[in-house]
């Protein structure tokens, strides 16, 4: 997922990476032992943690470092079944948590189940202090078809058939995964309110909704999250960004990278990754962390080395100019 999901979730599997410069593998691990210049060039800005607040508290008790990753892609075709490569997918999850992830988002309509299934088969006995998100709303017919299902019942019975693929007692962060239009809003988080009071559910996100949405939801049950697609193409949901920025909530970016079909060959994105000598992916990534404090971005592969590459840009600090320019793609 080079994101998270949309409701076509397909589109975000045709995103593109420019080449790693040097291999990605050498890269993570001169990454880890302190050797910086060897992934970013010898000129390049760089810092031993992102910016000045590498973390956020989720909920104001779940301290989480701020890029984590997102466990769409680890599953099969058209975010369907089993992955061609199953012990690749573990290797990546355990990878992951190895560079210091502690945040993995997930879905039970990633596969469905298949993904929540791979994160306990790689991470249980989970390691203290990592924070697992799932959702719930979306049913998954067949390949590539996603169709909302937010009534009470079937959200209960999600969560139950989450908490059991997940072998826990407790979902730290349950997510409504999008907005039915066939069910009262206030119904579908009425249920997770409930769910909640039970001691199934430590905190309660939101996912594709606008600032309305958020503010009816919150009237019912505290939300300490929201998570819609958001990169440096595709702002849309910018007015939900700063509502957030002005009340503390996590914002994950799905499609966090976005697909660069709308820029020019010869772009600022381009021009700062080849300044620092590194790929275009990472500058995307690092423009993300320091657009805003409450960003916390899941990019997400099913390739250790892409997920090296993804970790590696929290170091990576762009100059005032490339940051504004870069800004200014969206207009």
């Known amino acids: 997922m080079a994101g998270d999901e949309s409701l076509k979730p397909e589109q975000a599997l045709g995103v593109t990476r420019r080449q790693f410069l040097g291999t990605a593998v050498a890269s993570g691990a001169a990454l880890l032992v302190g050797k910086s210049d ?3 060039g010898a000129d390049s800005t760089t810092a031993s943690k992102m910016a ?7 909920g104001g008790d779940l301290t989480v470092n701020r890029l984590g990753f997102g466990a769409m892609r680890i599953t099969g075709e058209g975010i369907w079944g089993w992955p061609p490569d199953r012990q690749n997918a573990l290797k990546v999850l355990r990878r992951a948590v190895d560079l210091g992830v ?33 959702k719930g709303g979306l049913t998954r017919p067949g390949p590539r078809d996603w169709v909302p299902n937010c009534r009470p019942e079937h959200l209960k019975q999600a969560l139950e058939g989450s908490l059991k693929r997940l072998r ?5 962060l349950y997510q409504l995964h999008t907005v039915d239009r066939k069910v009262p809003l206030e119904a579908s988080v009425g249920a997770l309110k409930e769910m909640q009071d039970a001691g199934k559910i430590r905190h309660v996100g939101l996912s594709n909704v606008s600032v309305d949405e958020i503010e009816r939801a919150r009237k019912i049950v ?11 193409e595709d702002r849309k949901t910018e007015k939900t960004l700063a509502y957030c920025e002005k009340e503390k909530l ?7 990278i976005g697909g660069g079909r709308g820029l020019k ?5 381009e021009k700062a990754a080849k300044d620092h000598g590194v790929s275009a992916v990472q500058v995307a990534i690092a423009w993300l962390l320091e657009r805003s404090p409450v960003m916390l971005p899941i990019p997400g592969t099913s390739s250790v080395p892409h997920l090296e590459e993804n970790i590696a840009a929290a170091k990576l600090i762009l ?8 800004d200014a793609l969206a207009s």
């Open 168 to 172: 826990l007692d407790r979902i730290d």
């Open 38 to 40: 060897v992934i970013f």
């Open 265 to 269: 060959p010869e772009n600022p994105l």
């Open 250 to 256: 996590g914002f994950l970016p799905w499609f966090p």
């Open 102 to 134: 502690n945040l993995i988002d997930t879905a039970d309509a990633y596969g469905p189940d298949t993904s929540e299934l791979l994160i306990a088969e790689a991470l249980h006995p989970y390691p203290k202090g990592l924070v697992i998100a799932t």
């Open 319 to 326: 100059t005032p100019e490339e940051w504004k320019a870069i």
């Open 52 to 58: 000045s607040n590498p973390t956020f508290a989720l």
């Open 222 to 232: 505290p939300v300490v999250s929201v998570q819609n697609r958001y990169n440096i």
